[in-house]
């Protein structure tokens, strides 16, 4: 019988090291594609549900106000303002109707934020931080302020 050579032994060795960390790097990057596609999804869902609750919810006090790229929902004794702060969707609930700068929660990840209102709508534009576009359309029964 025929003995192996320790050369190729050590080749073959190498060639299975070579591929299982060529196999590791693959999954990797494909674990982070994943985790970022999902993050988005995420930020995505709560931005939409979050507007869709918020404005339902204070829809009955008629109190909107579209004013400098913020929305404000005034309720009695106190505001409600939600704005971009670096990066972040950010919810203020303040005695004051100015913005209180990092005193704020934030709701999600974005890149651009613009409010606008058309007669009983708001209207939400976003843009995600891949660069994606959104726009949501919601219309309230009271009438909205500018």
Do not use: C
């Not at 591929?19 to 995505?44: G, K, R």
């Not at 609750?53 to 400098?68: P, S, T, Y």
């Not at 005695?95 to 999600?108: P, V």
Request: hydrophobic share 45%; aromatic share 10%.
């Amino acid at each position: 019988m025929r003995q192996i050579s320790p050369i190729i032994h050590w080749i073959i060795l190498s060639i299975f090291a070579v591929a299982m960390v060529f196999m590791l790097y693959l999954a990797t990057i494909i674990f982070d594609q994943m985790h970022d596609e999902a993050n988005e999804m995420f930020n995505e869902r709560t931005l939409h549900l979050y507007f869709n609750q918020r404005l339902k919810q204070a829809d009955a006090l008629g109190a909107w106000v579209v004013d400098e790229n913020r929305l404000q929902i005034n309720h009695p004794g106190y505001y409600t303002l939600l704005y971009l702060e670096d990066g972040y969707l950010v919810e203020q609930v303040s005695e004051t109707n100015q913005i209180l700068e990092k005193s704020g929660q934030r709701i999600a990840e974005i890149a651009q934020l613009t409010f606008r209102s058309e007669g009983q709508q708001i209207i939400v534009d976003v843009i995600h931080k891949d660069l994606n576009a959104s726009s949501y359309h919601f219309t309230l029964i009271s009438e909205v302020g500018s």
